[in-house]
């Protein structure tokens, strides 16, 4: 079973603070995926990193695929209370077997 | 253009019985996922449909099915619920399914078993 680990799993900050989370693996995934969830509502989308090394930037959010395939980050500059819910990574590990596994998430709190 | 769909919202049942929910996927789209969420075990893959047919499977006993529909729209069903399986329950469509399809969510039905 192939699993994905983050960290840290609670993360409370004021808003314009920077902040990491993590998502460590001991498997290869030939994709990972970042969303984020906010009460009541389905996961969205952030992003998709397929290249070991990749870099994505999605305004004050900066992606990492680590190089290995193995591991990835998630960095926030300058957080706002917008930012607030629980941040998912997500990883298909290639092949045939097309399932989608989830890391439990980090739960993250930017105060005003 | 409408997201996806799932419905019921909000589900009471009790031990024993069994529920069907059912979710309607983004037009065009037809791949259906389905995920289960819960506060212990994050997000977990039930089972994933293209085209009628269940092309995989998570490791969920088999008091949990599904199917899907020529309109793509999907149901999963629960028989025998018990305690353990109140939760989030997702799904989520793509166009032609993983990996390389982006994948859409619904806000999820919550499954709650006395």
Redesign the interface.
């Given at each position: 079973t192939q699993l994905l680990e983050q960290s840290p799993q609670f993360l409370s900050i004021q808003e314009g603070e920077n902040l990491t989370v993590y998502c460590n693996s001991s498997s290869v995934f030939?994709?990972l995926q970042w969303?984020r969830q906010e009460p009541?509502?389905?996961?969205?989308?952030l992003v998709?990193v397929v290249t070991g090394g990749e870099v994505k930037k999605l305004k004050r959010l900066t992606f990492q695929f680590g190089d290995a395939r193995k591991d990835s980050s998630l960095h926030i500059t300058a957080a706002q209370p917008g930012d607030t819910g629980l941040y998912?990574c997500?990883g298909?590990s290639?092949g045939s077997?097309?399932?989608?596994?989830?890391?439990?998430?980090t739960l993250l709190t930017v105060n005003p | 253009k409408a997201g996806v769909t799932q419905t019921p919202r909000y589900l009471i049942k009790t031990r024993g019985q069994q529920v069907t929910l059912s979710c309607s996927p983004i037009s065009g789209h037809r791949s259906v996922s389905w995920y289960q969420q819960t506060p212990g075990q994050g997000l977990q893959f039930l089972f994933e449909y293209f085209s009628e047919t269940q092309r995989n499977k998570g490791n969920f006993p088999g008091r949990f099915s599904g199917r899907q529909f020529s309109n793509s729209r999907s149901e999963m069903n629960v028989s025998t619920l018990e305690l353990g399986d109140s939760a989030l329950y997702l799904c989520a469509s793509s166009l032609l399914g993983p990996p390389n399809q982006p994948q859409h969510f619904g806000d999820g039905t919550r499954l709650s078993i006395l």
């Open positions: 030939s994709s969303y009541g509502e389905g996961p969205v989308l998709t998912l997500a298909y290639g077997n097309y399932k989608l596994t989830f890391g439990k998430g | -």
